[in-house]
T-cell receptor, first 113, second 117 residues
Framework: DQQVKQNSPSLSVQEGRISILNCDYT??????FLWYKKYPAEGPTFLIS?????DKNEDGRFTVFLNKSAKHLSLHIVPSQPGDSAVYFC????????????FGTGTRLTIIP | DTAVSQTPKYLVTQMGNDKSIKCEQN?????MYWYKQDSKKFLKIMFS???????INETVPNRFSPKSPDKAHLNLHINSLELGDSAVYFC????????????????FGPGTRLTVL
């Protein structure tokens, strides 16, 4: 039973354009959401997060949007750069804590120069 | 200076063997975790320890036993290895502050690729 879903296994975007990665969840108890970025042969690194009391959080080129009614979040990267090429994992947790994260299967983003 | 380290990075072994993966964090965090990333790239939590005490224990065969000698270390012992145990295992740590403006998160090690033949 996959509670966090990333339905696009891969995405290719031209350099300089906007990259939009999507994530859906089924557990209504999730109230804290994170995006991780993973390069090959490395562990995931934290990118950006959002709690359910907000619908948008921005950090430089990265913005995460949360639509609680649709149980959907998205990560926008603008402008996309070649170094953004990686696998992006969406994760969620309950009770605003991060003790137990549930991850999606990831989306491989490729930025085309 | 590595924050979360795991050894070994690669582990190839025969079915039925017993093996251990070590994890150390130098971040002063109170909480450590083990995750398994399977062949479908699904990253799933296995265990969580807070100050050497088991907090989360997901549905994992009891052939897997975490051991935390101190809060900077969380080792994973696997007995009677099976083919299905082949995966990448990630260790992580966090300060686990909580709260709606929570900005802390989990820091992951580089992973250990376990191959059971």
């Amino acid at each position: 039973d996959q509670q966090v879903k990333q339905n696009s296994p891969s995405l290719s975007v031209q350099e300089g354009r906007i990259s939009i990665l999507n994530c859906d969840y089924t557990n209504s108890m999730f109230d804290y959401f994170l995006w991780y970025k993973k390069y090959p042969a490395e562990g995931p690194t934290f990118l950006i997060s959002i709690s359910s009391i907000k619908d948008k959080n921005e950090d430089g080129r990265f913005t995460v949007f949360l639509n609680k009614s649709a149980k959907h979040l998205s990560l926008h990267i603008v402008p996309s750069q070649p170094g953004d090429s990686a696998v992006y994992f969406c994760a969620a947790s309950e009770n605003f804590g991060n003790e137990k994260l549930t991850f999606g299967t990831g989306t491989r983003l490729t930025i085309i120069p | 200076d590595t924050a979360v380290s795991q050894t070994p990075k690669y582990l190839v072994t025969q079915m039925g063997n017993d093996k251990s993966i070590k994890c150390e964090q130098n971040l002063g965090h109170d909480t450590m975790y083990w995750y398994k990333q399977d062949s479908k790239k699904f990253l799933k939590i296995m265990f969580s320890y807070n100050n050497k005490e088991l907090i989360i224990n997901e549905t994992v065969p009891n052939r897997f036993s975490p051991k935390s000698p101190d809060k900077a270390h969380l080792n994973l012992h696997i007995n009677s290895l099976e083919l299905g145990d082949s995966a990448v295992y990630f260790c992580a740590s966090s300060q686990a502050l909580g709260g709606p403006e929570f900005s802390d998160t989990q820091y992951f090690g580089p992973g250990t690729r376990l191959t059971v033949l």
